[in-house]
């Protein structure tokens, strides 16, 4: 049985009032809140380990080291990838992508050739890759969309050309809650020899992933929404890809060897990874994956499959209620207006009830103009979240929407 009372002990911040309130937390999408587990190795590693890693021989470094790499074991488990040398931390989602389209631009991607990305990404995922096009005089292409949010992958094969240099898809939209079928993407991608880059944002909060069932080429998702740090991300790429592309950022910790003549490239994961790394919070983003894993991954997902449907049903019986998105697999993010009240009004009177909710595109308005709208309310769930926490939002739309 999945205890959600038991489990909202781990998390001081839900215990606190707000204007009066109690706080509703459904803004996990945006980020979560970190339970004791996390916070506590953070601290304890800042009180009694730090030291730079990597550099030093003695006994701090050492053991500061042994946790860091620690760490990549644990996310290489976590998301079932071969090797730890697939492993590279950075600071989210977004330098991941930032990295590999760069990176691979700048090994893979010539003047007419194209890069694929889908209807439904957060800027995260387009802009670089939009930058990189612009540096090679390359060409962005679009998988669209249906009117349900679910990506039209009859179209995808016609899109891809011998130009197309990689794929670029989201496995969980941070606004539809469309679960993507990416194992579909990649089959139909590798037939042509194409590879993928999934972007996990969304997806490895709620779900179990497998890199290798999945066969991606690449694989990026931040820590911070995934009851993890601030400040520390992932990005998993196959070996013999990350072999073939060269360094994103020069500096300390990737290079072999330095002269002012030629520097040559330390092995992976470390050619990828410049500069002292964020060895604290690589450490507490092991603690949270250790904490959702002790959970279980299937009950997590569970329970919060079991709040989306319960929040789907009550929501939709609001009157002047429009949901975006309508997936046969969905997650757990809703987005949504009523009538003619706009998504910023929502948000800040149901702040006033204590309820934290997101407005507005969300990072996705290339997504707001296929929609035809400028913005949305989203509630997101996490873990934590309860029934009482859902009807106590559908109870301050009704409010806010009697006021209207
Ligand atoms: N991709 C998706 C699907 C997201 O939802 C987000 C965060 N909203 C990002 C990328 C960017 O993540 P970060 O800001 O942690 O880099």
Known sequence: MYDVNRVREDFPILARQIYGRPLVYLDNGATTQKPRQVVEAMVDEYYNVNANVHRGVHFLSQQATDLHEASRETVRHFINARSTAEILFTRGTTESINLLAFSFGEAMVKAGDEVVVSAMEHHSNIVPWQMMCERKGAQLRVIPMTDDGELQLEALDDLLTERTRIVCCTQ????????????????????RGIPVLVDGAQSVPHMSVDVQDMDCDFFAFSGHKVYGPTGVGVLYGKEAWLDKLPPY?????????????????????????????????????????????????????????????????????????????????????????????????????????????????????????RLGIEGTVRTSFGLYNTKAEVDALVDGIERVRRMF
């Open 249 to 369: 950022q020069g500096g300390g910790e990737m290079i072999k060897n330095v002269s002012f003549e030629k520097t040559t490239y330390n092995e992976l994961p470390y050619k990828f990874e410049a500069g002292t790394p964020d060895y604290v919070a690589t450490h507490a983003l092991a603690k949270a994956l250790d904490y959702v894993s002790g959970l279980g991954m299937q009950a997590i997902e569970a329970h919060e499959q079991e709040l989306t449907r319960y929040a789907l049903e009550k929501l939709q019986g609001i009157e002047g209620m429009r949901i975006f998105g309508a997936a046969k697999q969905r997650d757990a993010v809703i987005s949504f207006q009523v009538g003619n009240i706009h998504h910023l009004d929502m948000g800040t009177l149901l702040d006033r009830l204590g309820i934290a909710v997101r407005t507005g595109h969300h990072c996705a308005e290339p997504l707001m103009r």
């Open 172 to 191: 969980v939209s941070n606004v539809l809650g469309t679960v993507n079928l990416v194992k579909e993407v990649v089959r139909i991608a590798h037939e």
